[in-house]
Each structure stands twice: as structure tokens, then as C-alpha cells.
């Protein structure tokens, strides 16, 4: 196997920690000894042993590791966190060579694991599938590059073009597939959004019911605070945190967040200090477009369905690069990425 291959492998072993591991990033890990693999793990569960450590554990022979080399997909970190630095961890191993995929934006790390490998003699290899791997880990390099979450917004549209009807009911655009497909993505995602009327008309209670997986945090755009706590968004099967005008409080799982302005810049900037690495924003009209507007999102999911309604309300209009295209039985998944939030994300060399 060639060390391409070897990087490949730790990429698709980094991605079984997807919607687990954030705020931490996705990080798998291969050992070989002699061009064949001897250990490997990824980072399971945020909080858990990192990727090096499953990997090393993973070696029936230790003795093997002084010759060995080490395969990840992120720069080792170097400072103590809920575990001890995995850079500490090769060193003591003795591990002959690492190669790394990419360096950690994390300002505690950011060269500094790479810089102790080579005082200790370790030869470091770099930048091996750095598109991939920054691809992989894109919410944690926007969260830490750009001071904000990755944005994602999610909307089905008829297919003469509406998102919702003219009196603001959007249920049951899309199909029962693609449904359960949103419920995937919540699972992968630490937020999702909506504003006051998708809260009240919908009444939608933003969970994972349909997929295995946690539940994200939800959050509420309402300005005057004109949801009722009776709603969906409201019960005790996630947090809610609702940014509003007028005050702050706290009340079993939902914190009320008092902003001078409701705006998508000044709320991602709020998340950002909560630790949310990610968010979907799945609507109404108002939200989307607000976001839109203001340039605030890197990605969007748009399913477009059989469904006629003739009058309604309009999706926003995005200027979007297509990424993907996807049929979900007579769904048509469309996603788009946005080439001025996009820029080629990159680490120091």
C-alpha cells in the first residue's frame, strides 16, 4: 500500500466520529510497520481518547512501534485538554516517522505538536491530502478561522417554486426519505434554527426522532417573544436557546438570549461562544433570506419535489456553486456551496 492509501484510510476511519466529537474535530489514525497496518482508531466520542491513542492501543506488538509510522489526519495536539497531549503520547512510543494531513487551526496547537515531534527526532511528514482532510474537518476550520459556525441552510421547494403556501404552512414538501435525511444531518450537526412563525405554524419539534443519533441544540429567533412555551421547540427532548429583544432567563432546558439586534452575524458570533461548531438553519422565509442577505452561510441544501402549490412564498435566491445533486425517490437534493464564504481554507506551513 502506498501512503496515499494509508492517509485515505485514516480519513474514512476519522469520518465514524462524525456528529460526536464536536467541538473537537473528526481524526482517524493508521499505524504501519513495513507498508502494512499494524493499529489504527479514530476519535469516537468528544471527551474520549483521540484517534493516536485508539491507534496505539490498537498494536498487539508494541515493540514494532520505534520503526513504525504513523498516519493522521490532523497535526497531533500538543497541550492538555480532557486527555494529555497525543504528541507526548508518539514520543514516548518512539514512533520513527509521522505524517500528518494537515496542521490544527486551534490556537493551543497550531504548529506546536508538528514543532515537538522534531525536537524529539521524529521525522514529520505533511500537507498528504490536505484538501481532503481540511474537507473533512471544514466546520472545525471555519469555527476556529472564522470565529463563527459553519452555516448550513435546508429548505424543500414545490416545484413551480415555493417553500411554503401563502398563509406560511411548508409541511410535507419533501417526501418521507428526505425527511429522515434531515433527521440524519441534525444527528451530524451541533444547531439547528428556525424563526417564530416556523415555530408557531409548524410547530416543529427539531429533534433526530428519525435517525439514531443525539439531538441538536435548537435555537429560536423571536423577537417579541410571541411563541408560546406550550410549542414543540419548547419540551424537554433538547435545549432551546431563543434569542429575543427583550430579556434573559433561564428555565429548565432553555435559556432566553437578550441581543440588542436580531442578527444573523451578531447570533453566530454568540453560538461561537457556546462551542457550536455547526448549525442548520431550516426556516422560515424571513430567517433564510436574512441570512442569505447578509452573506451569512457556506453551504445549502435545497430538496425540490413533485408538489405543485401555484401561489405561495418564494425561497430566497442564492448565488451557489453546485457541489452535489442527488435523486431521494422523486426528490431532487440539490447542494450548493458558497464560493464568497468558501475560500480555499488553508494552514500555515
Given at each position: 500500500?502506498?501512503?496515499?492509501q494509508?492517509?485515505?484510510?485514516?480519513?474514512?476511519?476519522?469520518?465514524?466520529?462524525?456528529?460526536s466529537v464536536?467541538p473537537h474535530?473528526?481524526v482517524?489514525?493508521?499505524?504501519?510497520y513495513?507498508?502494512?497496518?499494524i493499529?489504527?482508531?479514530?476519535?469516537?466520542?468528544?471527551?474520549?481518547?483521540h484517534?493516536?491513542?485508539n491507534?496505539v492501543?490498537?498494536?498487539?506488538?508494541?515493540?514494532l512501534?520505534p520503526?513504525?509510522t504513523?498516519?493522521i489526519?490532523l497535526?497531533p495536539?500538543?497541550?492538555y485538554?480532557?486527555?494529555?497531549?497525543?504528541?507526548?503520547?508518539?514520543i514516548?512510543?518512539r514512533?520513527?516517522k509521522v505524517?500528518?494531513a494537515?496542521?490544527?487551526?486551534?490556537v493551543q496547537?497550531?504548529?506546536?505538536g508538528?514543532?515537538k515531534?522534531?525536537?524529539a527526532?521524529?521525522?514529520?511528514?505533511?500537507?498528504l491530502m490536505?484538501?481532503?482532510?481540511i474537507e473533512l474537518?471544514?466546520?472545525?476550520?471555519?469555527?476556529?478561522?472564522?470565529?463563527?459556525?459553519y452555516?448550513?441552510?435546508?429548505?424543500?421547494q414545490?416545484?413551480?417554486g415555493f417553500i411554503a403556501?401563502?398563509?406560511?404552512?411548508?409541511?410535507?414538501?419533501?417526501?418521507q426519505y428526505?425527511?429522515?435525511?434531515?433527521?440524519?444531518?441534525?444527528?451530524?450537526e451541533?444547531?439547528?434554527?428556525?424563526?417564530?412563525?416556523?415555530?408557531?405554524q409548524?410547530n416543529?419539534?427539531l429533534?433526530?426522532?428519525?435517525?439514531?443519533?443525539?439531538?441538536?441544540?435548537?435555537?429560536l429567533?423571536?423577537?417579541?417573544?410571541?411563541?408560546?412555551e406550550?410549542?414543540?421547540?419548547?419540551n424537554?427532548?433538547?435545549?432551546?436557546?431563543?434569542?429575543n429583544?427583550?430579556?434573559?432567563k433561564?428555565?429548565?432546558?432553555?435559556r432566553?438570549?437578550?441581543?440588542d439586534?436580531?442578527?444573523?452575524?451578531?447570533?453566530?458570533?454568540?453560538?461561537?461562544?457556546e462551542?457550536?461548531?455547526?448549525i442548520?438553519i431550516?426556516g422560515?422565509?424571513?430567517?433564510?433570506n436574512?441570512?442569505?442577505?447578509?452573506?451569512c452561510?457556506d453551504?445549502?441544501?435545497?430538496f425540490?419535489?413533485?408538489?405543485?402549490f401555484?401561489?405561495?412564498?418564494?425561497?430566497?435566491e442564492?448565488?451557489?456553486?453546485?457541489?452535489a445533486?442527488e435523486n431521494?425517490?422523486e426528490?431532487?437534493?440539490t447542494?450548493?456551496?458558497?464560493?464568497?464564504?468558501?475560500?480555499?481554507?488553508?494552514t500555515?506551513?
Open positions: 500500500m502506498s501512503d496515499i494509508f492517509m485515505q484510510r485514516a480519513l474514512k476511519l476519522a469520518q465514524l466520529g462524525r456528529g464536536s474535530p473528526m482517524g489514525c493508521v499505524i504501519t513495513e507498508d502494512k497496518i493499529g489504527e482508531g479514530f476519535h469516537l466520542r468528544y471527551g474520549e481518547a484517534a493516536e491513542v491507534a492501543n490498537d498494536v498487539e506488538d508494541q515493540s512501534l520503526d513504525s504513523v498516519y489526519t497535526e495536539c500538543a497541550h485538554g480532557k486527555t494529555p497531549p497525543c504528541a507526548d503520547l508518539l514516548d512510543k514512533v520513527r505524517v500528518a494537515c496542521r490544527d487551526p486551534f496547537v497550531d504548529g506546536k508538528i514543532e515531534l522534531k525536537k527526532g521524529i521525522e514529520v511528514g505533511k500537507r490536505e484538501k481532503e482532510a474537518n471544514k466546520r472545525f476550520f471555519t469555527f476556529h478561522q472564522k470565529k463563527r459556525p452555516v448550513i441552510l435546508k429548505w424543500a414545490t416545484q413551480d403556501r401563502e398563509n406560511g404552512d411548508s409541511k410535507w414538501i419533501s417526501n428526505s425527511r429522515q435525511l434531515v433527521h440524519k444531518w441534525r444527528t451530524e451541533d444547531a439547528v434554527l428556525v424563526g417564530k412563525n416556523t415555530a408557531i409548524d416543529p419539534s429533534t433526530s426522532r428519525y435517525w439514531e443519533g443525539k439531538n441538536p441544540l435548537r435555537v429567533f423571536d423577537s417579541s417573544l410571541r411563541v408560546e406550550n410549542k414543540a421547540i419548547f424537554s427532548h433538547a435545549k432551546t436557546l431563543i434569542f429583544l427583550t430579556e434573559e433561564m428555565e429548565k432546558t432553555n432566553w438570549v437578550k441581543c439586534e436580531l442578527k444573523p452575524e451578531e447570533v453566530l458570533k454568540t453560538l461561537h461562544k462551542n457550536i461548531q455547526s442548520i431550516e422560515g422565509s424571513q430567517v433564510l436574512a441570512f442569505v442577505q447578509d452573506n452561510w453551504e445549502a441544501r435545497i425540490t419535489s413533485k408538489v405543485i401555484q401561489r405561495g412564498i418564494k425561497p430566497p442564492i448565488n451557489g456553486e453546485i457541489t445533486r431521494i425517490l426528490d431532487q437534493l447542494i450548493y456551496k458558497n464560493p464568497l464564504q468558501n475560500p480555499p481554507l488553508s500555515k506551513s
